[in-house]
């Protein structure tokens, strides 16, 4: 059956983000035997890990800008060449850490320019109807992508890992160019069909204040950044937790590809589950949004802390995996927000979202290490991560609203 021009474009969108985020996941895995061999301290590892956070929190709004202006083909394609090479380059200048750090700040800048570029591909070309599914597949190809990288990674040499990853984003380069010509980044539907506009955006000069300035702009800022911080503590550390505090073995670090795919599978179920909810089952766009925010948040908030409370590796896995499943309800809640409040400019909304979501990840790794160290268990840091998602739900159901304000 051929694919229509919207399916074409979220397996295109789809596939950019597995790359985004396989690339992510194998530092994480390799820092175990990469530490080993060079002598870094857990202190040195929080830096390293954390390093990708400082390049990625500098280029979200960047993103947003370039792909209004030149594009989502050529931002997009760029992007992920950039950050391929980081990727690849990596293990040839492993001996130096300062160098190591470097790359990865390279790979975080260039990853920042992936997901403002796509939403704001998404929300020019998608209309409502299935904006809530388009999305819930572009979370779902990060997650196979994580998953795949968790699978695989432990079962090859650190350096093989970069090298991999990074031949396969080289690869869907050049098939990006060959298949998304710019004559299709040219066809665009009818505006009135993608969204009914309540507000006058005939001139794309948008004051900077307005993007901070609206309540529903920081209910969504508020939900990311606090779904952020957990996710940026369990992905950095989950590896190391594992074989370091619960003993697990190296091999089984694979398993830690089961919060990926129950994220993947539970991001589509809901994306469809939204879009149902909306179309046929006579819910306000807002009461899904909530929802789906509220079980995203609410639901890790238990699963996180329950987690931290067992010592067996299989109940642990099993307790994570139900919590990034959870997670992925976000994307039919506030990451579809973007879309319903500022549909003109959701590429620079998220930008600035994601940008203020990336604080966390600065801390992920120096902090949550001195906390350990401090505290001698991990216990404040679920802790932490349970109460700051609780507070994300309660904002994101006092301020949101689907009525476009920009």
């Not at 394609?77 to 990865?104: D, E, K, N, Y």
Request: proline fraction near 4%; aromatic fraction near 12%; charge should be positive.
């Amino acid at each position: 059956m051929k694919m229509s021009r919207t399916q074409y474009l979220i397996f295109l969108c789809g596939m950019a983000n597995f790359i985004n985020a396989a690339d992510r996941v194998i530092m994480p895995i390799a820092i175990v035997q990469m530490s080993e061999q060079y002598g870094w301290d857990l202190q040195l590892q929080g830096w390293v890990l954390s390093a990708f956070a400082y390049g990625y929190i500098s280029s979200q709004v960047l993103g947003g800008k370039a792909a209004k202006r030149f594009g989502g083909r050529a931002v997009l394609g760029i992007a992920v060449l950039c950050w391929s090479l980081a990727t690849f380059l990596t293990p040839m200048v492993a001996a130096q850490v300062h160098a190591v750090i470097f790359f990865r700040i390279l790979l975080g800048f260039a990853e920042g320019f992936c997901l403002p570029t796509i939403f704001h591909v998404f929300s020019k070309s998608i209309v409502l109807e299935e904006r809530s599914k388009a999305f819930g597949y572009l979370v779902a190809g990060g997650s196979v992508g994580q998953c795949l990288a968790s699978v695989i990674c432990p079962y090859m040499s650190w350096p093989n890992m970069f090298f991999t990853f990074g031949g396969i984003g080289v690869v869907w380069v050049l098939l990006w160019f060959l298949l998304y010509t710019k004559e299709m980044e040219n066809i665009s539907q009818d505006p009135q069909h993608i969204m009914e506009h309540k507000v006058d955006t005939s001139t794309d000069q948008v004051n900077w204040r307005t993007y901070i300035s609206h309540r529903p702009l920081w209910a969504i800022y508020f939900a990311h950044f606090c779904m952020n911080t957990s996710n940026y503590i369990i992905s950095t550390w989950l590896p190391t937790y594992l074989q370091k505090t619960l003993l697990a073995n190296p091999r089984d670090i694979s398993f830690t590809a089961l919060p990926f795919i129950a994220n993947s599978i539970v991001g589509v179920a809901a994306g469809h589950r939204a879009d149902y909810l909306i179309s046929k089952g006579n819910w306000t766009v807002l009461s899904v949004r909530r929802l789906m925010t509220g079980i995203g948040l609410l639901g890790p908030a238990v699963f996180v802390l329950l987690f931290g409370s067992v010592s067996n590796v299989a109940v642990a896995i099993s307790y994570i995996s139900i919590s990034l499943g959870l997670c992925a309800c976000n994307s039919s809640g506030h990451l579809s927000n973007h879309g319903d409040v500022a549909p003109n400019h959701s590429g620079i909304t998220f930008a600035v979202s994601n940008t203020l979501a990336t604080i966390p990840g600065l801390t992920a790794g120096p902090l949550t290490a001195a906390a350990v160290e401090a505290f001698g268990t991990w216990t404040p840091v679920f802790l932490g991560v349970s109460l700051v998602n609780i507070a994300g739900a309660i904002a994101y159901f006092s301020w949101s609203s689907a009525s476009q304000v920009m």
